[in-house]
């Protein structure tokens, strides 16, 4: 026997489940009074530098029927593409932008919401720049473990073309599977947890 | 850069890989809703860039004064939650055993009798008209975190054509990257449902499922009060940048 490497393992996750709101959008579902908002739900003040955008999500079964109980949280960087984080050694974000938001499903739609504003580019670790993106984190019941992936911009093809990570995907017709259809301001895009749409889902 | 309440300078590793056979996987189909909801096709996996490598901050001026006391959060004046008063409290640790400043944690939960406060939730278990269900602090400078509640009731729940969920308690966590954002469940020592229940069974190490077990703590009990039941939370931790080139040096 070798000395043990002493390392802690992971918790393993379990499903956010149906009631998912409570915890973390208890306004949302008439829980009011305990939190004066619901963490995440306003992303933007009068200061924030940067182009207003919406982003109007579902997230689509195997059957294609949009999840009405899922919650969805955003991450991305400012509109100089930097993180307001402190692994961010880069410089300072905007400080009017936190660069996190987070919105459930609507209960009748399944559509998800966000209003934001269109992030600059990000160093890939190498140096090269990935394309303008949101990372996206989704939970529901029936999701065991948060699913992790990314929401490109239709109207970026040359930064998408050159982005690292959409370079990875082997089965190039997945690629669409990540980009969102710019239609005004809004972008728009479906999220497939199965079948041959598949969004390309990542393990990072 | 904002300031996590914590005077040590941030590190910057990518994260340990995520070891995919100790989670439950995508599909489990005992747990019925995962049926339709799993993806199916192969992850894409690659080093964190810096999309992961960062995450939000919280500050502990969001909390309010009963955030982390689900007794009286949702309580009228006076009044306090129905249930058997306890204490959940422990650390937040990373895979190298360090405990994790300033990580958010958000928990919601069933009231005593197993119903929660949600208009999808049809178990004829009455409401508490003063227990909500959600509470949230943040972890000090060492880790550590502390809540007040009742302990849930377990509640059968339409999967097979008797299945109950184990009493538990969920748990939202945000580490210092995206990439160790992570919700999870706490179930409590001593419950026979716990084997039994078909999310719980989706995890195929039994040292994974009793990770997730919360032990009674018998030290951190308030005599003629509460119990108090430890839950440690583990996240993912940073590689340390052994050897890689940088003039800062490890």
Known sequence: MAQSLDRLKERPSQTAGPYVHIGLTPNFCGIGGVYASDLGSAMLNGETKGDRIDLRIRVLDGTGTPLKDALIEIWQADANGLYNSPAEMRGAADPNFQGWGRQPTDMETGVCLFRTIKPGRVPFRDGRLMAPHFTLWIVARGINVGLHTRLYLSDEEKANAEDPILGRIEHRLRVPTLIAERQGDTYVFDVHLQGEKETVFFDS | MAERGSNRSPETGAFFQRDRQWHPPAFTPNYKSSVLRSPQKALLSFDN????????????????????????????????????RIIVHGRVL???????????????????????????????????????????????????????????????????????????????????????????????????LIWRCPIVGGISSKAAVEALIAALDMHSTIPMDALAYKFDIVLRGRRSTLFENRPEGN
Request: charged share 20%.
């Open chain 2, 49 to 84: 860039t810096l999309s992961e490598l960062t995450g939000p901050v919280f500050g502990h001026a969001m909390l309010g004064e009963l955030d982390n006391d689900l007794i009286h959060n949702f309580a009228k004046a006076g009044e306090s939650a129905i249930g058997e």
């Open chain 2, 94 to 192: 990373d895979e190298r055993g360090s405990g994790v400043p300033g990580v958010l944690l958000e928990f919601w939960q069933a009231n005593a009798g197993g119903r929660y406060r949600h208009k999808k939730d049809g178990y004829l278990a009455p409401l508490d008209p003063n227990f909500g269900g959600c509470g949230r602090t943040i972890t000090g400078e060492d880790g550590s975190y502390a809540f007040r509640t009742v302990r849930p009731g377990p509640y059968p729940w339409p999967n097979g054509p008797n299945d109950w969920r184990p009493a538990h308690i969920h748990f939202s966590v945000f580490g210092h990257g995206f990439a160790q954002r992570l919700i999870t469940q706490m179930y409590f020592e001593g419950d026979p």
